[in-house]
């Protein structure tokens, strides 16, 4: 009989740790609640003992995000969960995930810290964890680098302080499927009270493993999954969500397993992600890549037409990416197009399926023809909204070969009105650029810039996409528009409105401390 094996969501702690992939609170709230949507059994959404911006996410999370477990991440220390605590206690389903190394050279060069010690520490960590919260989970990190022997007898002594579910590591992706599900094999069976708790896994991609170690598991006897959207996470990344459940669904016959997780939303979701943290997944990323459901080679085309199944294992609706088109267009009623979100899997409260519709009308009077991509694209811009300390008002380029390029930007602003510079610089998004800042009064370093067509066409829309950096700190911004000038400056503004914005919030006081 198939078994159900827990799916466990770490984007937004594991996933957002990779460098230059941060989100602000808005962003998190609105991903948490998107894979919300998606089905896992839980969230882990962040470490709150990190920052005061990390707790407040938390809670946020917590208090707003409803049915899955909402999980904070924390040290073996009292303070971390004290932290933890305050940041999940407001969820229905808290839980505080508490966790020690165990590996030889943790233990020697980090830790210094002696194997009897680390039993110790682990045990009074669950101890105390679950004196507050009734759910604890306890990782052992560098599971897979651990002497299997100790590795059993700490998970032991974590079971009997009063862990509910135990997580075993393969912290820096080292481990090789068969190994990997002997260990699993060897935890089952040398942990006398293994079954009073939930067994879990999280892999790491180091070797490009992860997903493989962890189907290994499963088909071992874990019984949860720990994994990131689109496989984000630190150095190469986690198990990606989207592997692993379809991997589940479309082979549950040799696997004999299932997750409740709603593969229709993984689409969506993906491509939430992505806006969010400006980083797409390559082309040939397996499940949400863009060639994932492509066929170029004419035996392939020949094979797809006469039957999918022929070289498709599983449907783009199944994930759900739509395959039939509806053309819209400037003449197209407000009905129609929030049908249409609904059908790309966008859960668009009112006002904003409102503001959507607007941009859309405005793009369709650019365009003959609005695309699904389009509309998915206006739709991501829709709900990652931050408090607007600047808007683009207009913008007036002096460009060519042979002169140097100016540019003349005004921004709107709510208490201060228009302001306008006029700067030069290596070019008109240079030069923009430097326009801005001098409205805005501060010097970010622009790390990153890509701009790509969402669709083919010379009327196509750009998607331009920036990363800047200020006070140790990065932020993602994101533009859309048909001149690729104006997507450029749209980002650029979008991700010094979220820099603004992070900078008013470490203002405040932070209320949960």
């Known amino acids: 009989m198939p078994r159900k094996i827990f799916i466990f969501d770490t984007t937004l702690r594991d996933g957002e740790q990779a460098p230059g992939f941060s989100m602000n609170l808005a962003e998190k709230l609105e991903v948490a609640r998107q894979i919300a949507r998606l089905g896992v059994d839980a969230i882990e959404a962040g470490f709150a003992i990190a920052s005061s911006g990390d707790a407040a996410s938390v809670r946020e999370i917590a208090r707003s995000v409803k049915?899955?477990?909402?999980?904070?991440?924390?040290?073996?220390?009292?303070?971390?969960?004290?932290?933890a605590w305050e940041a999940v206690r407001s969820s229905d389903r808290p839980r505080?995930?508490?966790?020690?190394?165990?590996?030889?050279?943790?233990m020697e060069f980090k830790l210094k810290m002696s194997p009897d010690a680390v039993v110790e520490r682990a045990a009074s960590a669950v101890r105390y964890a679950r004196s507050l919260c009734p759910d604890v989970e306890f990782s052992a990190e560098d599971a897979s680098r651990s002497d299997p022997a100790f590795l059993c007898r700490v998970i032991q002594a974590a079971i009997e302080a009063g862990a509910t579910t135990i997580n075993v590591p393969d912290t820096v992706g080292y481990a090789v499927?068969?190994?990997?599900?002997?260990?699993?094999?060897?935890?089952?069976?040398?942990?006398p009270d293994i079954d009073k708790a939930v067994l879990s896994v999280h892999c790491h991609n180091d070797l490009g493993l992860a997903v493989a170690n962890s189907l290994a598991a499963v088909a071992a006897g874990a019984q949860q999954v720990e994994c990131t959207v689109n496989g984000l996470g630190e150095r190469a990344g986690n198990a990606a969500l989207e592997e692993l459940v379809m991997a589940m669904q479309t082979r549950s016959d040799y696997l004999h397993a299932f997750c409740a997780v709603d593969t229709t939303q993984i689409y969506a979701t993906s491509k939430l992600v992505s806006a969010v943290t400006g980083v797409r997944s390559q082309p040939n990323k397996a499940v949400v890549g863009e060639n994932a459901f492509a066929h170029e080679s004419g035996i392939h085309q020949h094979g797809v037409l006469a039957n999918a199944a022929t070289y498709e294992i599983m449907t783009p609706e199944s994930i759900g990416l739509p395959r039939n088109k509806m053309v819209l267009g400037k003449h197209s009623g407000r009905h129609a197009f929030e049908e249409r979100l609904a059908y790309l899997g966008f859960v668009v409260p009112k006002e904003k399926a409102a503001k959507i519709f607007e941009e859309f009308k405005?793009?369709?009077?650019?365009?003959?023809?609005?695309?699904?991509?389009?509309?998915?694209?206006?739709?991501?811009?829709?709900?990652?909204?931050?408090?607007?300390?600047?808007?683009?008002?207009?913008?007036?380029?002096?460009?060519?070969?042979?002169?140097?390029?100016?540019?003349?930007?005004?921004?709107?602003?709510?208490?201060?009105?228009?302001?306008?510079?006029?700067?030069t610089g290596d070019g008109p998004i240079d030069a923009s650029f430097k326009a801005i800042d001098k409205i805005v009064g501060k010097h970010p370093t622009l790390e990153d810039f890509s701009l790509e067509a969402v669709t083919g066409g010379k009327d196509a829309q750009g998607e331009a996409r920036v990363k800047i950096e200020f006070g140790g700190k990065r932020y993602n911004g994101r533009g859309l528009s048909?001149?690729?000038?104006?997507?450029?400056?749209?980002?650029?503004?979008?991700?010094?409105?979220?820099?603004?914005?992070?900078?008013?919030?470490?203002?405040e006081p932070d209320s949960g401390s």
């Open 96 to 106: 505080i995930h508490t966790f020690i190394a165990t590996s030889p050279i943790h």
């Open 177 to 191: 499927p068969d190994e990997f599900g002997e260990l699993i094999r060897a935890v089952r069976k040398g942990v």
């Open 67 to 83: 049915g899955p477990v909402i999980a904070s991440l924390a040290r073996a220390l009292e303070k971390d969960i004290d932290a």
């Open 362 to 423: 405005d793009l369709a009077d650019k365009k003959k023809v609005v695309s699904d991509l389009d509309i998915e694209a206006l739709a991501r811009g829709a709900s990652l909204q931050v408090p607007e300390f600047f808007r683009l008002d207009r913008f007036v380029i002096n460009s060519g070969s042979s002169i140097t390029a100016t540019s003349a930007v005004r921004l709107s602003a709510e208490d201060d009105g228009v302001t306008e510079r006029v700067a």
């Open 482 to 507: 048909t001149d690729i000038v104006e997507a450029s400056l749209r980002a650029y503004i979008a991700a010094i409105n979220v820099m603004l914005h992070d900078t008013e919030e470490l203002r």
